[in-house]
């Protein structure tokens, strides 16, 4: 792994600094709240032992809305409005009327927060603390989203490393 997303570890304590403006560094996962502006921030974090089974945990990170929307006066909040309606993302080849959209119905709800998790096999068997990787043999990842979040999102894989955890690693997807 990147130096830079190892923890600085002090009496027993594990320290992350991870930079929450390039998400794919350390292999982050943000989610925003549209209604709310509240940004959310998770990172798998795997505690290995030289005697026990490693364990995994999932640490999450809140932050509150990015702007108070009452210190912008009526013309600046509207045109704000309008530039968070165009992604950056979007691809050019994405055609977006110049027309306004009558709402003539409101629906409303709450929507989970995603919980993305990654299975490694081999021949069909789940990796995991009783089962040791053979060398040579070939493995096989699935990337999935909770149960609960599984018919709202989409996963959208940008970067995967893989690393034995000592001495190779090897990038199989970058920007893709």
Partial sequence: TEPKCEPRIENNKATFSLNLDNIYECMMTRVKDQET???AYFHKVIMEYESNPKQIFL????????????????????????ISKRS????????????????????????????LNVEVRQAGLLVNNEL??????????DIF?????????????SNMLVSDMSEQEEILILNG
């Fill in 37 to 39: 502006g509240q940004t």
């Fill in 59 to 82: 640490v999450k990170c809140d932050i509150g809305g990015m702007f108070d929307n009452s210190t912008l006066n009526d013309d600046e909040y509207e045109e704000l409005s309008k």
């Fill in 88 to 115: 950056a993302q979007v691809p050019i080849t994405f055609d977006e009327p110049d027309y306004e959209i009558e709402i003539t119905k409101e629906v409303s709800g709450r929507a989970p927060i995603p919980v």
């Fill in 132 to 141: 040791t990787v053979k060398p040579g043999t070939p493995l096989s990842m």
């Fill in 145 to 157: 989203l909770d149960d609960e979040s599984l018919d709202i999102y989409g996963v959208m894989v």
